[in-house]
């Protein structure tokens, strides 16, 4: 049972990813279960076995992402990631191939705004001109076979907050269109890229800090009214 000293604890330390957000906006018991709750379960039924590997394999194959771009590549050997991994790497050579040096890469690369809102970066790809940040393309490697969307992919909210926390932060100097979101399923080969803009940022402003607000409001009743 939470009382209302535990819940106040509990909503002043949120840390406001994209994942909360989207339980927020998805589903309220979803989110007070998981968030404020902290209820976490496992039927071991054959859907929730096939969701852990699946988790799983993102998570081997995004480790062996971020290590192409750090420049610590894996000792080659036969994995079921071959294929994919090698369309990753022509991304990397592609970018070396026509920018040189005169960019950066952070992967794995996480931004926290002072209003406690997170996001972490598959990869962020820093371009330069004349020693002066010129573009800043955010990358997002999806492991999944069905096709995503432009229209969708414009709509997550992982692309709103993401692009929306990469202006607020190290693109504060750059013009909204030269801040990019690439989403790439190397399964697929497929690749789909969100502009941006200031009408975007304002929007994804208001509603990001529109949901922020409704969470920190929670009331006691409202977790009765949940159960």
Not at 23 to 50: C, G, N, P, T, V
Not at 73 to 78: A, D, G, Q, Y
Not at 109 to 118: G, N, P, S, W
Request: proline share 1%; charged share 40%.
């Amino acid at each position: 049972m939470i009382d209302k000293e535990a819940l106040e604890f509990r909503l002043e330390r949120l840390v406001y990813s994209q994942n909360m957000l989207s339980a927020w906006k998805r589903s309220k018991k979803e989110f007070i279960d998981k968030y404020i709750r902290r209820i976490f379960w496992s039927d071991d039924s054959q859907l929730d076995r096939e969701y852990e590997e699946n988790m799983s394999y993102g998570r081997d194959f995004h480790l062996m992402c971020q290590r192409i771009f750090l420049g610590i590549e894996p000792i080659r050997s036969k994995s079921e990631f071959d294929r994919d991994l090698d369309r990753v790497r022509k991304i990397y050579r592609l970018y070396r191939e026509r920018y040189g040096h005169d960019l950066s890469f952070l992967p794995e690369y996480t931004i926290e705004l002072k209003d406690r809102i997170q996001v972490t970066y598959d990869l962020l790809v820093k371009v330069y001109k004349n020693g002066e940040l010129a573009r800043l393309d955010i990358w997002d490697w999806k492991t999944e076979r069905k096709k995503i969307e432009k229209v969708y992919a414009e709509k997550r909210m992982q692309t709103r907050v993401y692009q929306y926390v990469c202006k607020e932060s190290l693109g504060s100097s750059l013009d909204y269109e030269n801040i990019r979101m690439y989403y790439y399923q190397p399964a697929i080969d497929s690749q789909v890229m969100v502009d941006y803009s200031e009408e975007k940022h304002i929007a994804n402003r208001n509603m990001i800090y529109a949901c922020i607000e409704e969470i920190r409001k929670l009331k006691l009743e409202d977790l009765r009214e949940e159960v």
